[in-house]
T-cell receptor, first 104, second 115 residues
Framework: AQRVTQPEKLLSVFKGAPVELKCNYS??????LFWYVQYSRQRLQLLLR??SRESIKGFTADLNKGETSFHLKKPFAQEEDSAMYYC??????FGKGITLSVRP | DTEVTQTPKHLVMGMTNKKSLKCEQH?????MYWYKQKAKKPPELMFV???????INESVPSRFSPECPNSSLLNLHLHALQPEDSALYLC??????????????FGPGTRLTVL
């Protein structure tokens, strides 16, 4: 079965610190991977998809087929980045999610 | 209109009631989805409609019955639910069908409580 694993439940950092949210997948073919974000009291929304290789709100995510990973990174966290982040793959399976808390 | 809307926002129902959740989008999307999300858990896929036909049913109990009357509307009919069915029910849509690189747009959800 195709799975997405987010090994951590919570990441707490200070403003300005680097952030890396981990995501590993299990799929032998060409995966279709996404990061979704859910800010407090807002709807779930797409943050990044691996196919577009873009940077959104300072976040980037690179697909590493050798390590089967799609980690989400940001060099300098902001307080407004505090949210729940889900890694998801094309068969519409979400990882368990990680809460990012950015402290002032 | 670039939003997915869901009604009602909140619903409280007894185990013998029949109710329906509604979802609407006017973005011309041809795939629509129902998810169930429990507190502090990820969304769990329930159903996928592609071009108004049910394409995925993730072994959902028959007390949940989806319906896609047209390309803009998606309903979820509820009957004889259990208290453990209480959750946030999310609707989403995407331009194309499952398996393509299509962004899903999510609605705000309906908070369902079954007494």
């Amino acid at each position: 079965a195709q799975r997405v694993t987010q090994p951590e439940k919570l990441l707490s950092v200070f403003k300005g610190a680097p952030v890396e949210l981990k995501c590993n997948y299990s799929y032998s073919g060409s995966p279709e991977l996404f990061w979704y974000v859910q800010y407090s009291r807002q709807r779930l929304q797409l943050l990044l998809r691996h196919i577009s290789r873009e940077s959104i709100k300072g976040f980037t995510a690179d697909l590493n087929k050798g390590e089967t990973s799609f980690h989400l990174k940001k060099p300098f966290a902001q307080e407004e980045d505090s949210a729940m982040y889900y890694c998801a793959q094309s068969k519409l399976t979400f990882g368990k999610g990680i809460t990012l808390s950015v402290r002032p | 209109d670039t939003e997915v809307t869901q009604t009602p926002k909140h619903l409280v129902m007894g185990m013998t009631n029949k109710k329906s959740l509604k979802c609407e989008q006017h973005m011309g999307h041809r795939a629509m989805y129902w998810y169930k999300q429990k507190a502090k858990k990820p969304p769990e896929l329930m159903f996928v409609y592609s071009y108004e036909k049910l394409s995925i049913n993730e072994s959902v109990p028959s007390r949940f019955s989806p319906e896609c009357p047209n390309s803009s509307l998606l309903n979820l009919h509820l009957h004889a639910l259990q208290p453990e069915d209480s959750a946030l029910y999310l609707c989403a849509s995407s331009q194309g069908s499952v398996g393509l690189y299509n962004e899903q747009f999510f609605g705000p959800g309906t908070r369902l409580t079954v007494l």
